[in-house]
Nanobody, 121 residues
């Protein structure tokens, strides 16, 4: 019905940059908040950043000043620009969105399949 597809993960050296993308598709009427979460091996999934439909952003203290979240509402896409990457940023990154579907009109919280980000020291 609604899918989120992430891309842009990979292997990068410490201090490097990556840009993640997440595109939503399906029976979408509108998208409210979109965000990124991550899960490192052996750890719980943690929140990284959120952007509302009007462009207000918030991010975790651990990534403030290094990661920037943005979105293109015309493309139903959210981005995560990650700079000054550290080995502790290594994780699977998941996209999340709160979506209003078309007929029937429902609210859904949707997750992507995840994309691996590995930062080597």
């Amino acid at each position: 019905q609604v899918q989120l597809v992430e891309s842009g993960g990979g292997l990068v050296q410490a201090g490097g940059s990556l840009r993640l993308s997440c595109a939503a598709s399906g029976s979408i009427s509108r998208i409210h908040a979109m965000g990124w979460y991550r899960q490192a091996p052996g750890k719980q999934r943690e929140w990284v950043a959120t952007i509302t439909s009007t462009g207000s952003t918030s991010s975790a203290d651990s990534v403030k000043g290094r990661f920037t979240i943005s979105r293109d509402n015309a493309k139903n896409t959210v981005y995560l620009q990650m700079n000054s990457l550290k080995p502790e940023d290594t994780a699977v990154y998941y996209c999340n969105a709160v979506v209003v579907t078309t007929v029937p009109v429902t609210y859904l919280e949707v997750w992507g399949q995840g994309t691996q980000v590995t930062v080597s020291s």
